[in-house]
């Protein structure tokens, strides 16, 4: 029975799948996409909130395995596939513990500051509500703090957010980097270390495997 990832083309449900494609899944075979409705609200809508309380996209299915939170499905498929394809969980303790603290501060740290402009820029306008630029403003400069921790950080010579290997932690961090990169590189201007790193983990071909699932073509949600 394939693995069913409802959800669509957002930075969220990037990273929930990314890890099947580290692990070198046969997703075509083992992977079913659902395309859930943003633009008429189909996430709010009874159909899809008996699935995920909150109204919120991705939702993952495995068998009787069901789980929503995109961090919680990348975990699950980690460890899922642990051993097969990019070790992102590490190969150690002590690998694992810094691989644990760095996905700590993507959520603690570097998701509060990026997640609400990204809301402001693009869903405040599909949702037809007001701009919040105060909110834009204020994260944005919270941002640039945690850039400058994460440059001082990657200038001591570690090529990925956790040490020399790729890991869960970066990512964690690839989709929201990734529009970094695309929407305000100038967070990357004078930063050379983050912004080889950022260049390091969006160009991986796992990433561009997710950037091209078809989301227009998957299965619709009923």
Known sequence: MAMILYGGPTPNVIRSILPLFEAEVDTENELKLVRVALQTAQHRQPIYTTKQPFGQIPFFEDGDVKIFESRAIARYIAEKYEGQGTPLLGKSLKERAIIYQWIESEGQNFHPCVGPVVREMFVAPREKR????????????????????YEAHLAKGSKFIAGESFSLADAFHTPYMNWVKNVKPELLENRPHVSAWVEAITSRPAFQKCLQLDWENAAALE
Do not use: D, M, Q
Not at 132 to 148: D, F, H
């Open 130 to 149: 007001p701009v919040n630029e105060e909110v834009i403003s204020t994260c944005l400069a919270k941002l640039n703090n945690v850039l400058n921790v």
